[in-house]
């Protein structure tokens, strides 16, 4: 066994791979820490590590809110389920009985709002029901909002102001087949259309969701899709689900992303919440969406396909994007997309997650996080706290397993 060391070990290499070290920068840097939660996946369930603390938070069975800020679990015993909501110490925030067998589908930033619906649902197309069961519930123990839904639906986030509940509707409801996204207007109750930003009504279609990340505002939601057409075509887009506006917009990919693998693309928004990065390992290509005009600006080549695991995007404060498939590690230049640095790290990176320091890389391996600094090339330390267990995922993206990737559907 392994032996776990306590906080961060320090481990400064120097190596010289493919722009990373260059000889002579090897020593630790002078500058004052920075501490950052990462947000992990693992065995144990959802997992924040602090960096400088000894040990991981791990929440077995937790959601997270949509900020990460909080984690939210539920307890089913007998005909009612407890909900509890914490903070990222562990410290309970609040906590609710509702009645009913029910599991959290999702929470708001902050935990404000929880939506809770009948178990399954997770892993591709739910079982066919005509009436649906939800329950939001909040802070006030004593306002949960328990909703009666004729037909067959599946929450999937709340508006910025707290008042719908964004839903995807199957059809038809006894045996789905195809979906379409539906706003719950938690005062009236009523399921409204959804439109686009052309005044649209989105209908119904099939899709497979791939990948799902938030602007850093909270107020948009991109989900990268691919559609197989009726005529034996292949089609790849990112839908654009407004939280505050309460609008919706597909924003069609390049040919080349429609073909490739399940675990080759990733996603990633930038810090200024002005544009979204989608990458393609298998094709080496990463294009760019303007957020404003919602369409691909520019698509530019990335090399950063190895064998093995599955694609991963970051953008950092910094303005690069960090991109990593197998062992191999690609920092562009988010502004040119032209390549800074790569790496081989000789393991399978299980995600990124950029910090809050200038240049600050997390790189999850297989129960561990390397910090690397994207300006100079070091390997600046290793976090290896104890309770961590086998990282899963790092970084606050949503990426499905093959038999998950239509848990999230849109209609576009």
Known sequence: MRKRTLGVVVAIVGLALGGWAPPGTGGREAETPVQDVLFL???????????????????????????????????????????????????????????????????????????????????????GRSWTTLVVVGPDPMDPNTIELRGNYEPEAFSTDGGSLFVVQYLPPLRPSHYRVRRLDLRTERVEGVYTVDGHLQEAMRGTARIQAASPDGRRLYTLYTLDEPDGTRRAFVHVLSLDELWAHCVD????????????????????????????????????????????????????????????????????????????????????????????????????????????????????????DTRTGLQLAVIDPTNLGTIDQLGASTRWLEEQRTAFTCAC
């Open 253 to 372: 990919l390049p040919e080349g992303f429609a073909t490739a693998g399940e675990q080759a693309l990733a996603i990633a928004v930038a810090s200024d919440g002005e544009r979204v990065f989608v990458a393609d390992a298998t094709s080496g290509a990463v294009s760019e969406i303007d957020t404003g005009a919602l369409r691909v600006t520019r698509t530019a080549p990335a090399a950063f396909f190895a064998p093995g695991g599955t694609a991963q995007a970051v953008a950092g404060h910094d303005g690069t994007l960090s991109l990593a498939k197998g062992g191999r590690l690609v920092v562009l230049d988010g502004a040119t997309l032209t390549t800074r640095r790569t790496r081989d790290l000789g393991q399978r990176i299980t995600g990124l997650q950029a910090g809050r320091a200038p240049g600050r890389l997390y790189v999850g391996v297989k129960d561990r996080i390397l910090v690397l």
């Open 41 to 127: 996946r693992t065995g144990g369930g959802t997992t924040l590590v602090r960096t400088g603390e000894a040990a991981a938070q791990v929440f077995p069975g937790g959601i997270p809110a949509s900020d990460w800020s909080a984690v939210v679990r539920a307890t089913m015993r007998r005909r009612e389920t407890q909900v509890v909501a914490l903070d990222t110490s562990g410290t309970r925030l609040w906590s609710s009985v509702v009645p009913g067998s029910l599991e959290v589908k999702l929470a708001s930033a902050h935990a404000d709002l929880v939506a809770l619906g009948p178990p399954g649902g997770s892993t591709g197309y739910p079982t």
